[in-house]
């Protein structure tokens, strides 16, 4: 409940030697990077205050936001990764560490559903585990910025199924599905099948869904497919490949893919195909690694 119209505090600034009391708190931190952060997130959190006139039950309804944020912490559900992806956050970070490097194939944000060490798969197999949906082929050769193939890369995929789950939502499902591991052979190539993935709601039920609907958002992404890849001698990446034409790819601010990760140049071919396979969708893909 915002109190409106108060009282201005005082003359002038009386807060700014609180605000530099803090900052001076600070100075016997030995790590500059450390010490760099955190006096500029106080001045960041004083000055944010500050502008908003901020209340003391606003500032409890803040912190008890981020307390329950906190408690949802399963293997399959993160708040703070949640809450740092739909307020932009993750794909500034993205974009500061992987925008500087024109060759090579553009990055994307992790996402909460990543779970290290998935199971190792041959060349070719299925993935979707029994799951049904259209039938997808993959085929992506992995280069460095010459274009050369990198043989040995060790590729992670996962994605949601038709409905928008990945394995870890649902409960009863038995192992890990629509997510495996591939190494790249001596063309730098590994294939696959699986099925396309659809647009699904993030997880929404919680604080962060509530503050979509505060303001009148949705909760979806635009269909995709994760990968993180890892070779000797190269920069790991974490990308993301999206279906073009699929839903939530544009759009006006706040009707476009509900964590603004979608990059331009990860949208994807997802060409129709028939025979002598089963009939659906084919992506080829060639990613350039940064040495
Ligand atoms: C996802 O599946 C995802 O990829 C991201 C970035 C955020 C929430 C759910
Ligand atoms: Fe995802």
Not at 170 to 196: E, K
Request: with cysteine.
């Amino acid at each position: 409940a915002w109190q409106g119209n108060r009282p201005a505090v005082s003359a002038a600034d009386p807060l700014s030697p609180l605000t530099d009391e803090v900052v001076a708190s600070f100075d016997g931190c030995a790590n500059p990077r450390l010490r760099q952060l955190l006096t500029d997130l106080a001045r960041t959190l004083h000055a944010y205050t500050i502008r908003n006139d901020l209340t003391p039950q606003e500032w409890q309804q803040a912190i008890a936001f981020l307390t329950e944020a906190g408690h949802i912490t399963t293997d399959t559900r993160q708040e703070f990764i949640l809450l740092s992806d739909t307020l932009g956050v993750s794909s500034v970070v993205d974009a500061l560490a992987n925008s500087r490097t024109p060759d090579t194939t553009s990055s994307a944000i992790l996402g909460p559903f990543y779970v290290a060490g998935p199971p190792a798969a041959e060349h070719g197999s299925d993935i979707a585990g029994g799951f049904t949906g259209t039938p997808l082929w993959s085929d992506i050769k992995v280069t460095d910025p010459e274009g050369k193939p990198v043989a040995g890369a060790v590729v992670d995929v996962w994605q949601s199924n038709e409905d928008g789950f990945y394995d870890v939502q649902l409960p009863d499902l038995d192992g890990p599905v629509l997510r495996a591991r591939f190494t790249t052979d001596a063309d730098g190539r590994f294939t696959f099948w699986s099925i396309l993935p659809s647009e699904y709601p993030i997880p929404d039920d919680g604080p962060v869904g509530r503050m979509l609907s505060a303001v009148g958002r949705h909760p979806y992404r635009a269909p995709h497919v994760h990968f993180l890849i890892n070779a000797p001698g190269h920069q790991p990446l974490i990308t993301q490949l999206f279906v073009r034409g699929g839903a939530y790819l544009d759009g006006a601010p706040g009707q476009r893919d509900a964590v603004f990760g979608v990059k331009d140049d990860l949208i994807t071919d997802f060409t129709p195909r028939t025979g002598p396979t089963p009939d659906g969708r084919a992506v080829d893909g060639e990613w350039r690694l940064l040495e």
